[in-house]
């Protein structure tokens, strides 16, 4: 937003192109140029700083001012144009800085309220001054240009001036016109010239809305009879479109050749349209109301893309909103009292980034071995197909999640998806607790299943006949892999025991032994996959401490509600999230580094990058959370042997093994700065090196597991920072983005 530097309202904003002596220009050459009713007239740099000012004033009136209606620039000529209450027209030299009044035409049967000006390369061709006045009529000024035409300087001649009458009967050189008249029963509010067709574009609040009007013949003309009228229309001339807005709130896009009906009608705007702008040879169209509200529209797709309200009142008044579109910066600039700048869909230079994705974060991302393709879910509601040898998109599933609010279809977060063991569908998880299987080839929804109404999904799991759902609801929620729909879930399903005492925050599994659930209070309960019961139950924070698990038949699920915590009493200081957003950017508070959770058999010279150190009487206040795990499945089933990484709140990295008389073995540490920790852990098919990413410092790691501890110390030359007590060796540090 900046100021006008105008009095009053802007009422036209145009570009002064540079033009070349080949007649050719771009815009990235010239000036922006503001009128306002008053007529003065601003000239700005194209970074919006003023340069100079003039006035448009009439040379008869000495007291009273006059009403400028609209300006038009004629850049091969190096004049403007401009247009008044006193049914008059001024053209004023600008060459070499200047601001003189060169010719004026007087007494025109009605004013003229709106200009368009277009000239061809060819010099031998006139240029034309299209004029559109209060009576509906449209006048076209051809004008010669060869040697400035009749804007050249000439001895003894200041001002070259004559009524309509005689200018019509050749006053001024170089100079002659074209009447068609009454072509609209209300005054023009736009014209423009559609150079493929040789025609006129007009549009006007009556009946017959919009006309194209052939320049050579008037009795050839298409119109488009719209009952509220049209206040603004957009040309695409590219793929012959024509959009048109009203009074009546709709956006109408028109094949000019049929006059019957629209190609499409978009709803959405709650006044009238007062400006539209195609973008992109037509497939993006952009509607300015009276309310400032800017709607984008995919033409194509006939849908709308997004809403824009962000303009400020400060902006001016509704119906005075005048509009210049840069097809070389994408620049949308809007005028009234003030004039704002707005980028529309702007293109990133290749030189900086490969460009955007997805709208908002990236919440999962798989690559199917079947296919050979990637797949990447948004929090955007997006499921977007690519092939990852040549970076190219194959399939976009838009708002693959909503859901319906106070009568508005909004989108909801994608949080979890894998494939199934065939890896010909998949299965997506949103943050309302939906769940969905999709053909990804094809983008169609194969089955809708639910665990609890607002219970984000935070894991899925898909074994052969059985789908597990894991999430916000502190239940394993379990769904047959069949076509059918026995239960308001969708499909058949059934609930696990209730166990954890706090939302889930992850699960893995290791088929077809074992499933390992965490909770946002560092509960860590190891599940036999083919029964769905429980085996083993720890806290993180006391790993050593097995919690004993007790198995009662439940009469009731009010009384098996009621043998474990209630969520609400939850003496936990646990910050819970609203979304997926706010947990995977925000970094808690670390309690304490490795050496706390057990006792440290480290010797003085082991190095530690950094860590947290909290007095042990203060520990039980906050129990550490377990942001995500990871199953070692290569690995045999041994009590000595690791099979299970588990990545807390404060940075460390606890390893266990998931055999029934196994439990907790070591645990090191994966960050490099206080406070960081492990949101996401992969490995490789042997299970030989594990890659982390960690939150604050965006970097990803690789390190050598060891499986056992005899064969590390063979090993352990080969690490700068390995010592014999650990089960990690750092091998490579990365800084994945910028900060």
């Keep these: 937003m900046l100021k006008s530097n105008h009095r009053h309202n802007v009422n036209r904003i145009a570009f002064y192109p540079t033009v070349r002596p080949d007649r050719s220009s771009t815009w990235n050459d010239g000036s922006i140029v503001t009128c306002s009713p008053d007529g003065v007239i601003n000239y700005w740099s194209l970074d919006m700083q003023v340069e100079r000012t003039a006035q448009s004033t009439c040379p008869y009136l000495k007291v009273q001012g006059t009403m400028v209606t609209d300006m038009a620039v004629l850049p091969d000529v190096s004049v403007i144009c401009t247009s008044s209450s006193e ?34 390369k ?8 299209i004029c559109g006045d209060t009576s509906g009529s449209i006048r076209v000024i051809l004008i010669d240009t060869e040697a400035r035409g009749p804007f050249k300087s000439q001895p003894g001649i200041l001002l070259r001036e004559a009524r309509y009458e005689r200018f019509l009967k050749g006053a001024i050189p170089h100079m002659r016109s074209t009447e068609f008249n009454s072509i609209h029963t209300d005054f023009v509010r736009q014209v423009c010239y559609y150079s493929s067709l040789h025609s006129i574009v007009s549009c006007a609040q009556c009946y017959k809305g919009l006309q194209i009007t052939d320049i050579t013949d008037a009795s050839k003309f298409y119109c488009f009879k719209i009952f509220g009228g049209v206040w603004s229309f957009a040309v695409s001339e590219s793929n012959h479109l024509v959009g048109t807005g009203g009074p009546d709130c709709l956006v109408r896009v028109w094949n000019p050749f049929v006059q019957g009906r629209p190609i499409c009608t978009f709803y959405g705007h709650h006044t009238g349209i007062i400006q539209l702008q195609f973008q992109d040879n037509g497939s993006i169209l952009y509607s300015l109301s009276k309310d400032k509200c800017i709607k984008v529209w995919d033409v194509g797709a006939q849908e709308l893309l997004q809403t824009y309200l962000e303009l400020p009142s400060a902006l001016g008044d509704r119906n005075h909103l ?21 980028p529309l869909s702007p293109k990133q230079s290749s030189e900086h980034t490969d460009g955007n994705t997805h709208t908002s974060g990236v919440s999962v991302v798989l690559f199917n071995q079947l296919y050979r393709t990637v797949i990447t879910c948004g929090l955007d509601s997006y499921i977007i197909v690519w092939d990852p ?6 399939l976009v599933i838009k708002d693959a999640h909503t859901v319906m609010l106070h009568g508005e279809i909004k989108p909801v977060e994608i949080t979890a998806a894998t494939f199934d063991p065939g890896w010909q569908r998949l299965l997506t998880g949103a943050h309302d607790g939906t769940l969905k299987i999709w053909n990804f080839n094809t983008g169609t929804c194969l089955r809708n299943m639910k ?13 052969k006949g059985r789908i597990l759902a894991i999430g916000w609801n502190r239940r394993i929620t379990e769904f047959a892999d069949t076509n059918e729909a026995d239960s308001p879930g969708g499909a058949f399903c059934k609930n696990w025991d209730l166990r954890h005492t706090e939302d889930i925050s992850s699960g893995v599994v290791r088929i077809p032994e074992t499933l390992a659930t965490s909770s946002y209070v560092g509960e860590l309960i190891f599940w036999r996959l083919e029964t769905g019961q429980p085996y083993k139950k720890f806290n993180v924070s006391k790993p050593t401490v097995r919690i004993k698990l007790y198995y009662q038949l439940a009469k009731s699920k009010e009384k098996a509600q009621e043998e474990m915590p209630s969520r609400k009493v ?18 808690e508070s670390a309690l304490s580094g490795p050496a706390t959770l057990v006792k440290d058999s480290r010797t003085p010279r082991d190095r530690r990058v950094s860590s947290i150190n909290v007095p042990e009487e203060i520990f039980h206040l906050k129990k550490l959370a377990i942001h995500t795990m990871l199953f070692l499945n290569a690995r045999k089933t041994d009590p000595r042997v690791g099979t299970l990484l588990v990545a807390l709140e404060n940075g460390s990295i606890q390893v266990w093994s998931h055999h029934i008389v196994g439990g907790y073995i070591t645990s090191f540490s994966a960050i490099h700065k206080a406070g960081d920790y492990v949101i ?9 090196f594990l890659f982390t990413a960690v939150v604050q410092t965006l970097a990803v790691e690789c390190g050598l597991l060891v499986e056992d501890i005899s064969k590390q110390s063979a090993l352990s030359n080969h690490g700068k920072w390995s010592h014999h007590t650990n089960l990690l060796i750092l091998i490579l540090n990365l800084r994945s983005h910028p900060i």
């Design 680 to 688: 996401s852990m992969t490995t490789d098919e042997k299970n030989e």
């Design 87 to 120: 049914r008059d027209l001024r053209f004023y030299d600008t060459s070499a800085r200047k601001f003189e009044l060169r010719v004026m035409i007087v007494s025109f049967p009605h004013a003229i309220t709106t200009m368009y000006y277009t000239f061809d």
């Design 122 to 129: 060819d010099i031998s061709v006139p240029s034309k001054l």
């Design 570 to 587: 939850s003496s936990i200081p646990q910050k819970k999230r609203t979304s997926i957003v706010s947990s995977r950017l925000s970094a």
């Design 322 to 342: 005048t509009t210049l579109y840069n097809p070389e910066s994408r620049q949308w600039i809007i005028a009234c009292i003030m004039i704002a700048t707005l």
């Design 451 to 463: 665990i609890e109404q607002w219970c984000e999904v935070q894991s899925v799991i898909w074994v």
């Design 389 to 394: 040898w040549d970076g190219r998109r194959l």
